[in-house]
């Protein structure tokens, strides 16, 4: 695997933790709700899966419009959602803050799908449409007992609330580095024997001239 794809990957798993960290704030009905709708929402998602192939993907990936879309979606991300973790942490945060905690955050939802092709991709022989609903199923059940682990395994809010913001800390980094500008090896256009030949003469006339005024000086 090579090191951009590393990196997304890497990424992809930091998002669904975060997904998971956030929804372990939730009341228990939200989370229930929650976990049926985005089986749904897998589902429904399955014949785009199905139809998504490897080509496009690396396309997609490697597409700098693409590329800066993603960055701008993370950057967004963090800066929102890190805000309404900062505050959750710290205890101040308003109904408007908590509202926006209860919604999900679309990169874990983006994860969720390029998981859901790469599953499409590498089993062979199924049905589409059974794969999507298993995928679906698997997908919300493996999010809602992560969401589970990490409430019992940190019961306390405030280092919750820490570790999401480290890790959307580590989203706009992520962000900061897809928006990066790709750098191009410039052809230079200037012959051997064009102006590069001229200076090299300059150069060499005026040392020589130099060190003829020297000798002359001695």
Do not use: K, N
């Not at 805000?83 to 679309?106: I, K, N």
């Amino acid at each position: 695997m090579s090191l951009d794809g590393s990196i997304l990957l890497l990424l992809a798993a930091c998002c669904m933790v975060l997904a998971a960290l956030q929804a372990s704030e939730w009341p228990r009905p939200l989370q229930a709700v929650m976990v049926l709708v985005l089986a749904g929402a897998l589902a429904a998602s399955g014949e785009l899966a199905s139809s998504t192939s490897t080509a496009e993907i690396l396309r997609w990936v490697a597409s700098p419009q693409r590329r800066q879309d993603l960055a701008a979606l993370l950057l967004a991300e963090a800066l929102l959602f890190g805000s309404q973790a900062v505050r959750a942490a710290q205890g101040q945060a308003t109904r408007w803050w908590r509202w926006l905690g209860w919604l999900p955050p679309p990169s874990a939802l983006l994860s969720l799908f390029f998981a859901q092709v790469a599953v499409m991709l590498l089993v062979d022989g199924w049905d589409y449409g059974t794969l999507a609903w298993l995928c679906a199923l698997v997908f919300a059940l493996l999010l809602a007992a992560a969401t589970a682990l990490l409430r019992w395994a940190l019961p306390d809010a405030a280092t919750r609330g820490a570790l999401r913001v480290g890790l959307h800390g580590a989203q706009a980094v992520a962000g900061l580095w897809l928006a990066r500008p790709t750098f191009h090896i410039a052809i230079d256009p200037v012959p051997l024997w064009g102006d590069r030949l001229a200076i090299l003469t300059a150069v060499v006339t005026a040392l020589a001239a130099l060190g003829w005024l020297l000798q002359r000086r001695r």
